[in-house]
């Protein structure tokens, strides 16, 4: 059994920036596809950022391209979401998950919160104006 433990979550101002951390109690291929969720109150839950060590690399939500970067260290048992500019629109709970359900391991963009075998339990994001 793989845990995912995030960190990282806190309140910020408008403009602020947070680093979110996930570790991943196991080895890599756990951590060959890894994601971060969100979910702000009364709102589904959405892919913001995966990361994926075959051809489809990284994906980023449209509302946090150019804003968050999602990253790995080495060994990849640790993911990470940079989240710079943040806007009060970015407040929810931030889930990270690790390792496709698929056969294959592999990531196919935009990926499923229940295509992941292992799931967080979450850190708060509050972003205020």
């Known amino acids: 059994q793989v845990q995912v433990v995030e960190s990282g979550g806190g309140s910020v101002q408008t403009g602020g920036s947070l680093r979110l951390s996930c570790a991943a109690s196991r080895d890599t291929y756990s951590s060959n596809c890894m994601g971060w969720y969100r979910q702000a109150p009364g709102e589904s839950r959405e892919m913001v950022a995966g990361i994926y060590a075959g051809p489809d690399g990284t994906f980023y939500a449209d509302s946090v391209k150019g804003r968050f970067t999602i990253s790995q260290n080495n060994p990849k048992n640790t993911l990470y979401l940079q989240m710079d500019s943040l806007k009060p629109e970015d407040t929810a709970m931030y889930y990270c998950?690790?390792?496709?359900?698929?056969?294959?391991?592999?990531?196919?963009?935009?990926?499923?919160?229940?295509?992941?075998?292992?799931r967080g339990q979450g850190t708060q994001v509050t972003v205020s104006s």
């Open positions: 998950a690790a390792q496709s359900v698929y056969n294959d391991g592999a990531c196919r963009w935009p990926f499923g919160w229940h295509e992941y075998r292992y």
